[in-house]
């Protein structure tokens, strides 16, 4: 199989041409021979040897890319403390919704600050229960509905 000198493979395309060129190639749509390639000139580049065009100067990507990559530690948790996570984080979720319907807001934007592992750290219920009207004092709900989302609260905070 003989080589033809007029033709030379670019990427996973084969470039042919009807005369030969030294030059680097580029795609011309507005050439008056089409399915041809022109020249063109190939200006200032960084590369450690000028005598060659046909080199072409990398900047260190490869340090670059070190740089924006970020690290993340993760940990597996056993079956039983995922199931106490989860349950944990249910409440919490539970308590944000619970304050934006308490408080007409769509975002979350009152100033409470009920805070579950406060309440987890008070002995009494009756110190929860105060804690818990306390931080919700300035709430746009009826006081009803105060009491019965303290007292749910309450409930959900002893199965953690």
Same mark, same amino acid.
């Given at each position: 199989m003989s080589r033809?000198?007029? *033709?030379?493979?670019?990427g996973f395309y084969e470039v042919r041409s009807s005369r030969p060129m030294a030059t680097s190639f580029s795609s011309s749509t507005s050439s008056s021979e089409?399915?041809?390639?022109k020249p063109i000139q190939m200006e200032n580049i960084d590369s450690p040897t000028q005598e060659s065009?046909? %080199?072409v100067g990398f900047s260190n990507i490869k340090e670059q890319h070190t740089e924006k990559k970020k690290k993340y530690l993760t940990a597996k948790y056993g079956a039983h403390q995922m199931l106490l996570?989860?349950? *944990?984080? %249910?409440?919490?979720?539970? =308590?944000f919704d619970e304050l934006r319907r308490l408080y007409n807001s769509v975002t979350d934007d009152h100033d409470c600050d009920l &805070?579950?592992?406060? =309440?987890l750290n008070? &002995?009494?219920d009756n110190e929860r229960r105060k804690y818990i009207m306390q931080c919700? #004092? &300035?709430?746009? #709900?009826?006081?009803?509905?105060?009491?019965n989302f303290a007292e749910e609260l309450l409930r959900r905070a002893k199965t953690l």
């Open positions: 033809n000198p007029f *033709r030379k493979s670019v089409p399915g041809f390639l065009p046909k %080199n996570i989860k349950k *944990r984080l %249910n409440v919490e979720m539970w =308590i &805070d579950l592992e406060e =309440i008070l &002995d009494e919700l #004092q &300035d709430a746009k #709900q009826s006081p009803e509905e105060i009491h």
